[in-house]
């Protein structure tokens, strides 16, 4: 046994250690044990570093990511819902949606002009703000079952001006 120690400490591995062997017998007691105590700090605090600190950031933040998570995930369950109950509602003729448009269109006074081209409506607005925008797209998606396919919107000082074009119909 004593063989192989002697061998290992006379290998390649044992050569490179032994300045090291030779300053560490060379300590006193004291030194040697402030060395020991310098290597647990040591090891403690990359134990903490790369094990503990992460997986106690993780803990602490989860709960918020969480909630957040949640709130999206709600939020796409509205949308989802909203879009199939879009899918669901039945079709509405041509008159009925350009009435629909029309109605929507009246709401926004003379910030608003609705022109019928066919399947197709063209908004122009001048100045209309962004709720009355938002109010009315709503209005056109739900009450014409229109959906806009082209938009060109400037927004000033007296709200939004440009053009929507939707489409009309039941087609996707």
Request: hydrophobic fraction near 50%.
């Amino acid at each position: 046994m004593s063989g192989n120690a002697t061998a290992a400490a006379t290998g390649p591995v044992g050569a490179r250690l032994a300045p090291w062997r030779a300053r560490w017998h060379a300590l006193g007691l004291r030194e040697r044990r402030l060395v020991l105590l310098a290597a647990a700090v040591l090891g403690t605090y990359l134990v903490w570093l790369l094990a503990w600190q992460p997986a106690w950031h993780t803990a602490r933040t989860a709960p918020a990511q969480i909630a957040a998570l949640d709130a999206q995930l709600q939020q796409m369950q509205a949308l989802a819902a909203e879009a199939a109950e879009l899918r669901a509602a039945p079709v509405l003729g041509p008159e009925q949606a350009a009435q629909a448009l029309r109605t929507a269109a009246d709401r926004l006074g003379a910030q608003g002009r609705l022109q019928l081209q066919g399947e197709r409506a063209v908004l122009t607005l001048n100045g209309a703000s962004p709720a009355q925008l938002r109010d009315w797209l709503v209005q056109a998606r739900t009450g014409a079952r229109a959906r806009p396919v082209q938009a060109q919107l400037t927004r000033n000082a007296q709200g939004y001006s440009g053009t929507i074009v939707l489409a009309l119909g039941a087609a996707p």
